[in-house]
Every structure is written in C-alpha cells, then in structure tokens.
C-alpha cells in the first residue's frame, strides 16, 4: 500500500512519478492494483470477465485491489458505474526508447515528430494514443480532454529520469479526440496546446486533435523523383505567392473560406492557366490570428484547420505536382506568439525562448524569439522544417525574417542588446541553426528550394555552408523591389533624374541567387496596390505596371509576385476579402493578365531568360547611359552564347523613333514581346513585328537596329 503522502499527492496532481503509485505493482503479498479515479465512490478490476471490487483509499477517488498469492503480473481492465470496462493506462510499458531521448537531448533526432506528441497505435494489441511531451522544469503534466472531463488529475504522465520527456499511453483513444496538455510548473498551472500536435481546434479553439498524419496515398511520385534531377537554379522559376484565405472567397456562403480541395481545384486550375511555375503559400501553419496572416504561427506541426483536414492540404499538394506545379510555403522560426496557450513559459519557465529580454522581446512583432542554443529548441524547429517536407511534400521553404535572426541588436537601440561571446552583434547561435537547417533540408530532400527573407548586406545567404555561406538556394532581392518601386512610383517626367534606381541592382545581382519580389508586404497597410501605385492617368497605370513586370522578367533573377498583381488589383490587398476578380469583366484588367500570362510563356520557352540568371555571363548591357531618354538596353543570354535575346525599355510617356541600339548579329531580329501590343491595352506603337540588323556600329557593338520605343513601353527581340 502506498504511503498517505504518496496518495496526498496523486490526489492533489502533484506527483512526479504517478506510475510509481497507480497501476499494478508486485508486493512480497501479491499483486497490488491502483488507480485514481476523481470523485468517483465505486470502481472495480475485471480479470478473467470477473469483476473484483477495488477499496477506496481516499475519498477523493483513490482505489487499490489486491490479488493475494498472485505473483506475476496479468492483464486486466478496470471499471466504473455506468461505463464500459478500459485498459488501465499505468499497465502499459513506456515506449520511447533511451536511444530516441538521447538523440533528442543531443538535438539530431530529426524525425521526433514521429515519437513526440499524440500517436495512434496499438501496444499489446491494444489500440490508443501515446503522448509525449518536452516539459523539463515541470512539476508534473497531465494529459486533459473530454474523455477526462479536462481534469489533469486523471492522466498525469511518466517523467523520464533526467530527459525531461514526459510520456503515457491511454488505451481506447482514436483519431479526433481532442486534448492539451496541461503543466504543473514551478508557480502556475497552464493549459498548453501540443507543440508536436498535428491538426488543431478551428480558432477561436485551441485544443489539439489526435490525427493520423499518414493515411493519404500521393500521387506524385514521379514529380519528387524527378525533383531531385533537377537543378532549379537553371530552370525557369515564376512563383506566385498566395494568402489562401483571401485569394478568393465564397461571399454568398458568408464570405468564407475555400477549402484545401477547392482549392486544389480552382486555384490549381488558374495557376496553371498562368504559366507560373510555383505557388507560395504564406504560412499554413496553424496560427491564432486571421490577420497575422499566418506569421503569428502556434503549431509548428499543424496545418491551420481553416480550410479544411491534413490530408486535404496533401491533396491540394499533390494536385499541383500532378499539374506540374510546385509548392513552396512560409515558414517562420525567427519569432512566435505570446498566446498562453502557445509555446511562451512553457512549462512555467522560458524554454523556447531566452530568459534574458534583451535575447527573448522581438522589439517589432512584440513576440518572442527562440534560443537557438538550445539542443531541444534547435531540434523542434529542425524537425518542423523536415515535417513539412518530408509529410506534406513541399517543394521548398521561404524562412520569414531572416535579417532579425542574424543580428542580436536587430530594431534595438544602444543598451537594448547583449554581444556575442566575441564581442559582436551576430547572432553566432542562430547562424549555425540556419546553416543547419539548409543542410538537412538538401541533405534529406534534394532539389527542394530554402529561401531567405533577408534584407540586408550579410554576404554569402545563398552560397554553400562549405564555402562559409549560410546555404540558402535562393535569396529574396529586396534592395531591387524598393528601388523599382520607389523609381516607378514617380512620374515619368522627373525619371531621368533617378536612373540609377534602373542601374544599380545590377552590381550586385550575381552576388546572390536572387529572387526578384513583388510581395505582399507591398501592397497592404496603406502601401495600396501595385496598380494604385502608378502614376498617370488609367491608361499609363497599366502601362507602367506592365513595363514594371517587364522589366522584372527581363532582369536577372527569379521572379515571384503576389496574387491580384497579375490583374491589377485596384484595392491593396485586405486579408478578410476576396480579390477583385470582378475587375476581369473590364478590358484593361483583363489585358494585363494576359500580358503577364505571355511573360510566364516567354521566360519558359527562352533559355537566355533562367539558366544564366546568377552569372554574369547571361547578362550584357548595350546602353544604360541614356538617362536623359529614361531608355535602358541590355542582352539576357544563354548557356550557348548565340542563343540571346535584346531588351529595350522605355520608362517615359513619349514614344521613341529612329531609337538605334547596338547588336552582336547582321540578323533580322523578330519582336517576340512588346509590352504596349493593343491586345495588352498598349496604343500598339512598335516594329511591324520585325527589325533588320544594319552595318552601323553603335554602343561598342558591329550592328545596330533602328527601332521605334513604345510608350511606356517594353520590347524584346529574338535573332532569326
């Protein structure tokens, strides 16, 4: 029998150690067999379908049974009035093997979402949930849900000696139950979501939800084979960046969401259309927020239950491989949420985030950031990354807010942040989580994308980590989309005064695998839309935001823009709408899509425009000088050097004629694109569709066209 303190203590849900109280035990005696059972007066042991009454003990609920003479353990089941009989959760052994803690303390267990949080599983042939949790500095930690009436007396858990790992197996349970976790810290009792939890409550509901993460069947395995043969670097890359929840909405249904299936229907469909080579999903990761859009990210292991079920995200997935479309999402471990329900205090300290202010306050969010020193902390956000890509397929990941993990003084003013052992303001232990994370990611899944939101001068973010890189494939170009949008933000007239805005980008556009960005964070908070942006009357808005996108697709760089752009929305974008897709019934709209479509179809079709995009070899100016004209040339080329293409951009509202540039080739050079083309809503100003080379030097160069300049107005001209 066990000690009345001991009972005290399994009574008051503070007992570290409950299997070493409930449960069947071995005695000189017999076989003694406990349980607790709150508020409960009767409760019996069925062994062999015969019932055994059990003593009660405490008249809190504590119960024990003794099986004289009996001296090796059997199996039973226990009994309550009025329920059916259960396996007793204290009879099962642990499961997670000393070999998984160790790796897991080691922080280079990198599938642990497959041993911590809730899993289906059968144990002695007996169906349930294993739970575990990473809870070190509590006191105790129950697992609460209906099936105990949310009572953490019920199924406090087994603390693995010295590891922190808090784990039970509850017989009977299935898919769908919901529970948290609920932790005995050192001064506070919390209600804590799972951090490993796989599927979560619709907001404003917070409890997890058991899930078999592994029942879909994909479809595609020929598109991951074949991802791992590709190198994207060289291939052509058109993403286009999407906000599931506002992309487009049902407003007769009460302006809600579409589903993960209908989406993979409609959005799969019109991307397609487009000719863009990749969606990019801002953050599905389940968060509290709608308006933090995702960002404000909670489960690091669950997809948001706004739009639909696990395995029909994997099926939207799935249908953009087998459409040849990949998939990128947002992904963010520079910074989480205060929610008491979240990751913040944890277990009653500061466990995934620093102690110190100054290390754990992200100034600008008013969230906290993560100790990447930390083996456990490094490991869980490891593994998230893996998750994503290994259960849900995703082609590659954009990590938000790279700059603010690098730099320890990061929004801070002087006294607001502490050096770094060497002095410095790097942040050393997050640079070798990122560089760590880029390794894994190409290590265990080659030809996904890693993508760095990074704003600043930090050399190398898309070089190898062996040549002392970060290790990112690509790198967004933020430096490009201010000055691009600042320069086309002006009027055409005052241009020729900010032509190094044009310029400039292209001094270091091959320090860095580059992504060119027209992003969300563009056209939302007063920034309006890139449509709105424009200067000029209707018919020069379009123009410039056509020029704008041509001049984006012409530029070395992948390209990646957001959702609405492509049609020009008027609105800057509202996360609680739809998209104006009504605007598509009025011609200029309309027009512009389709220039943005023919723009996908070009980059895909010219090897000039993507397999020299990060070398200087597939660049060449012919003029860049006429800034008093607002009037750029230059040559995009291809890995074979007599495979190029000429560009010319004028930015001003006044057409050009007899414009001479010069040519590498005596050739006829046909007009593949020109940006002021009347079936893009241009005044259908140009060159008959084609321009012979002549005998005049011009720009350094044997031969030269005599063009006429649209408007407004982009060409692009192919050598026959």
């Known amino acids: 029998m066990p000690s009345k303190e001991e009972i005290s203590l399994i009574v008051k849900a503070e007992h570290s150690k409950p299997f070493k109280v409930l449960g069947?035990?071995?005695?000189?005696?017999?076989?003694?067999?406990?349980?607790?059972?709150?508020?409960?007066?009767?409760?019996?042991?069925?062994?062999?379908?015969?019932?055994?009454?059990?003593?009660?003990?405490?008249?809190?609920g504590f119960f024990e049974a003794f099986f004289e003479k009996e001296k090796e353990l059997f199996p039973y089941m226990l009994m309550l009035k009025d329920k059916k009989p259960f396996y007793d959760p204290y009879s099962f052994p642990r499961l997670l093997t000393d070999y998984d803690i160790h790796l897991m303390a080691e922080g280079t267990h990198y599938k642990n979402y497959e041993k911590l949080g809730a899993h289906i599983r059968k144990v002695n042939g007996i169906s349930g949930v294993h739970f575990s949790l990473w809870a070190p500095n509590a006191r105790r930690v129950s697992v609460v849900g209906d099936f105990n009436n949310w009572d953490g007396r019920a199924h406090p858990m087994l603390l693995r000696?010295?590891?922190?790992?808090?784990?039970?197996?509850?017989?009977?349970?299935?898919?769908?139950?919901?529970?948290?976790?609920?932790?005995?810290?050192?001064?506070?009792?919390?209600l804590k979501t799972d951090p490993y939890g796989f599927y979560s409550e619709l907001r404003p509901n917070t409890a997890s939800v058991v899930w078999d993460i592994n029942k879909y069947t994909w479809n595609d395995h020929e598109w991951i084979n074949g991802r791992g043969k590709r190198n994207e670097l060289e291939s052509p890359i058109a993403i286009y960046e999407v906000h599931p929840g506002s992309w487009m909405r049902v407003p007769e249904e009460g302006n809600r969401f579409l589903t993960y299936r209908e989406l993979a229907g409609s959005l799969v469909r019109y991307v397609g259309e487009m000719g863009f080579t990749h969606i990019e999903l801002l953050p599905l990761t389940e968060h509290p927020l709608d308006?933090?859009?995702?960002?404000?990210?909670?489960?690091?292991?669950?997809?948001?239950?706004?739009?639909?079920?696990?395995?029909?995200?994997?099926?939207?997935?799935?249908?953009?491989?087998?459409?040849?479309?990949?998939?990128?999402?947002?992904?963010?471990?520079?910074?989480?949420?205060?929610?008491?329900?979240?990751?913040?205090?944890?277990?009653?300290?500061?466990?995934?985030?620093?102690e110190d202010p100054k290390l754990r306050e992200h100034p600008d969010w008013g969230t906290h950031i993560f100790n990447y020193g930390r083996n456990e902390v490094a490991n869980f956000l490891l593994t998230s990354a893996l998750f994503w890509l290994d259960k849900y397929h995703l082609d590659g990941l954009r990590v938000d807010a790279v700059a603010s993990m690098l730099y320890l003084d990061y929004s801070r003013g002087t006294g607001q942040w502490i050096p770094n052992i060497y002095g410095g303001n790097e942040n050393v232990e997050a640079i070798a989580f990122v560089r760590r994370f880029n390794e894994l990611c190409h290590e265990y899944h080659p030809g996904v994308l890693t993508i760095a939101e990074e704003s600043t001068a930090w050399q190398m973010v898309s070089r190898p980590t062996y040549l002392g890189g970060l290790g990112f494939s690509l790198k967004w170009n933020m430096g490009w989309m201010h000055d691009m949008l600042i320069y086309f933000g002006r009027d055409p007239v005052h241009r020729k005064y900010h032509h190094n805005n044009l310029t400039f980008g292209?001094?270091?556009?091959?320090?860095?695998?580059?992504?060119?960005?027209?992003?969300?964070?563009?056209?939302?908070?007063?920034?309006?839309?890139?449509?709105?942006?424009?200067?000029?009357?209707?018919?020069?808005?379009?123009?410039?935001?056509?020029l704008l996108f041509g001049y984006m697709y012409a530029h070395p760089g992948k390209k990646m823009l957001f959702m609405g752009g492509e049609f020009g929305q008027w609105w800057e974008w509202d996360s609680s709408s739809s998209l104006q897709w009504?605007?598509?019934?009025?011609?200029?709209?309309?027009?512009?899509?389709?220039?943005?479509?023919?723009?996908?179809?070009?980059l895909k079709g010219e090897p000039s425009l993507y397999e020299l995009d990060?070398?200087?070899?597939?660049?060449?100016?012919?003029?860049?000088?006429?800034?008093?004209?607002?009037?750029?040339?230059?040559?995009?080329?291809?890995?074979?050097?007599?495979?190029?293409?000429?560009?010319?951009?004028?930015?001003?509202?006044?057409?050009?004629?007899?414009?001479?540039?010069?040519?590498?080739?005596?050739?006829?050079?046909?007009?593949?694109?020109?940006?002021d083309s009347e079936i893009y809503f241009g005044s259908n100003l140009g060159n008959g569709g084609w321009v012979p080379a002549e005998d005049v030097p011009s720009s350094g160069m044997p031969y030269s066209l005599n063009l006429t300049l649209p408007p407004l107005g982009m060409i692009a001209l192919k050598p026959q």
Not at 24 to 48: D, E, Q
Not at 528 to 546: E, H, I, V, Y
Request: hydrophobic content about 40%; overall charge positive.
């Open 291 to 354: 308006e933090s859009w995702g960002y404000q990210t909670i489960g690091y292991f669950s997809a948001t239950s706004r739009f639909g079920k696990p395995e029909e995200l994997m099926y939207f997935i799935d249908c953009c491989h087998q459409n040849g479309i990949g998939v990128l999402m947002d992904w963010v471990p520079a910074h989480f949420p205060k929610d008491s329900h979240g990751l913040a205090f944890f277990d009653g300290t500061f466990l995934y985030e620093h």
């Open 582 to 602: 009504h605007l598509l019934q009025y011609e200029p709209h309309r027009r512009l899509q389709r220039f943005v479509r023919d723009l996908n179809r070009l």
């Open 506 to 546: 292209l001094l270091y556009a091959f320090h860095e695998n580059f992504v060119l960005v027209l992003s969300h964070d563009e056209v939302v908070h007063g920034k309006r839309s890139l449509l709105d942006k424009m200067p000029g009357d209707l018919w020069q808005k379009f123009a410039n935001l056509r």
């Open 24 to 60: 069947p035990h071995r005695t000189p005696k017999g076989i003694s067999i406990r349980a607790f059972f709150p508020g409960r007066s009767n409760a019996w042991v069925i062994k062999k379908k015969k019932k055994f009454p059990m003593s009660l003990l405490h008249p809190d």
């Open 161 to 190: 000696k010295n590891t922190g790992i808090w784990e039970i197996f509850i017989p009977g349970l299935s898919e769908g139950t919901l529970y948290k976790y609920e932790l005995l810290g050192k001064r506070y009792l919390s």
């Open 614 to 675: 990060f070398h200087w070899r597939g660049f060449q100016w012919i003029d860049f000088s006429d800034s008093e004209s607002s009037v750029v040339s230059f040559m995009r080329k291809a890995k074979d050097p007599e495979d190029f293409l000429v560009f010319v951009f004028n930015f001003t509202s006044v057409p050009r004629h007899n414009y001479r540039i010069g040519v590498p080739r005596k050739v006829i050079y046909r007009e593949i694109l020109n940006s």
